[in-house]
């Protein structure tokens, strides 16, 4: 059974820091990301990062605020939110691909075939 179970959301004040992880369990994926969705708005790319060789892509409004990271070895994806602001408020998801996919797919929430069920993070200004 896979499983992709997120953790590390909260009440944190704007300028505060959160970290969110993802533990995956039953697959072997190629590409895992973040998304967040906030009431009322699509569901958002925020981060992904490729199991073979560690490379990182963001959305670029997020870059140098956000840092996602893996540990393989214990097949968890973690995101480092930093400087948060209240429009970060959201449910973040953990998504995962199983398939090949082209990096210029990584930002679609159709690339992905395995979700998270969401942790919400919550910024209060």
């Known amino acids: 059974q896979v499983q992709l179970v997120e953790s590390g959301g909260g009440l944190v004040q704007a300028g505060g820091s959160l970290r969110l992880s993802c533990l995956a369990s039953?697959?072997?994926?190629?590409?895992m990301a973040w998304f967040r969705q906030a009431p009322g708005k699509e569901r958002e790319f925020v981060a992904a990062?490729?199991?073979?060789?560690?490379?990182?892509y963001y959305t670029e409004s997020m870059k140098g605020r956000f840092t996602i990271s893996s540990d393989v070895a214990k097949n968890t994806v973690s995101l480092q939110m930093t400087g948060l602001k209240p429009e970060d408020s959201a449910v973040y998801y953990c998504a995962g691909s199983t398939d090949g996919v082209w990096s210029a797919n990584f930002y679609y929430t159709h690339t992905y075939n395995y979700w998270g069920q969401g942790t919400q993070v919550t910024v209060s200004s």
């Open positions: 990062i490729t199991w073979s060789n560690l490379r990182t």
């Open positions: 039953g697959r072997t994926f190629t590409v």
